[in-house]
């Protein structure tokens, strides 16, 4: 299943779509219509919440929607907009920096690949959903860039994760664009400004559940930046592979249902090059991450 956050005559749903992406099923409506009652959380952290309850009630719509009569509360996906699967997360966005050692080289020597596992964090407010603009922040940064990367969404509550048991915490997969304002991450020596611009964490443009993606650690990751590949990368180059990045998060940190870990990008950013090719007004930048579609943006003219 690929869950969605998106907003159709001015009503946001929780929705899912069809395996050939063409299709968007109104969970809410489908089930007040047959069942006139709506049990179903409108907001999609409050459905992962509950966790199997949620998934149950979805089998149980699919069941009755065999039978069921009238097709209103499935739409076409074009035409619906679709915000971020989370629009506003209740905490920071993990990150997990330099963990593909060539994007590390690329931005420094082959001494800047990290030993452990390297943490940052993005804002709530930076995040926003496929084929929304980007703002541009050119008052205050000359050195926009992206990153393309897998997303790990959280699906149950847990602290001290063995690695082993790690992947029984997920939910499901998305894509983000950790995009970075590298000479503010330079001038501060830290990465939280030059990471949490408003705008700068485009995510989406679903959640695929994990029973769809049975291995995490090998999707190939590509960006584009007007149709030119910049990155072409693949998880099984992680330096740490996404259980060992969610049993380090936990260790002394809850995490909880909903939290979003970005796992780091491959080589081919825009500062790799020499010289540098950073994000300009109209640029359009797709990642596409194997098994769960095409983010796309446009950074504000």
Do not use: W
Request: hydrophobic share 35%; proline share 5%.
């Amino acid at each position: 299943m690929r869950f969605v956050t998106a907003e159709k005559d001015n009503t946001i749903f929780i929705g899912i779509v069809d395996e050939n992406l063409q299709k968007v099923v109104n969970l809410q409506l489908a089930e007040e219509l047959m069942t006139g009652k709506t049990t179903i959380p409108k907001d999609l952290i409050e459905c992962i919440e509950l966790e199997e309850e949620f998934l149950h009630k979805i089998e149980e719509l699919n069941k009755l929607g065999k039978e069921f009569q009238s097709n209103q509360y499935i739409y076409d996906l074009d035409d619906v907009k679709l915000h971020a699967p989370i629009p506003r997360p209740k905490k920071n966005v993990f990150c997990v920096g330099k963990n593909y050692a060539e994007h590390a080289i690329e931005l420094g020597s082959a001494e800047d690949i990290p030993e452990h596992v390297m943490l940052f964090t993005k804002a709530p407010t930076t995040v926003v959903g496929h084929n929304e603009v980007v703002l541009n922040h050119k008052d205050i940064t000359s050195q926009l860039d992206y990153e393309g990367e897998l997303a790990v969404v959280i699906g149950k509550k847990g602290r001290a994760i063995k690695e082993e048991e790690a992947l029984d915490y997920v939910f499901g997969y998305t894509i983000i664009n950790d995009i970075t304002a590298r000479d503010l991450q330079s001038r501060h020596k830290q990465f939280f400004l030059g990471k949490s611009l408003d705008t700068t964490c485009p995510m989406g443009p679903y959640i695929t559940h994990k029973s769809l993606i049975p291995n995490p650690n090998k999707l190939q990751v590509v960006t584009k930046v007007n149709e030119e590949i910049r990155q072409n990368g693949n998880t099984e180059q992680f330096i740490f592979p996404v259980e060992t990045v969610i049993s380090v998060i936990s260790q002394g940190m809850t995490l909880e249902p909903g939290d979003i870990i970005a796992t780091g990008t491959p080589a081919g950013v825009g500062k790799g090059f020499k010289p540098p090719r950073f994000l300009k007004g109209g640029d359009v930048v797709e990642i596409s991450v194997e098994g769960l579609g095409t983010l796309r943006n446009v950074i504000e003219e």
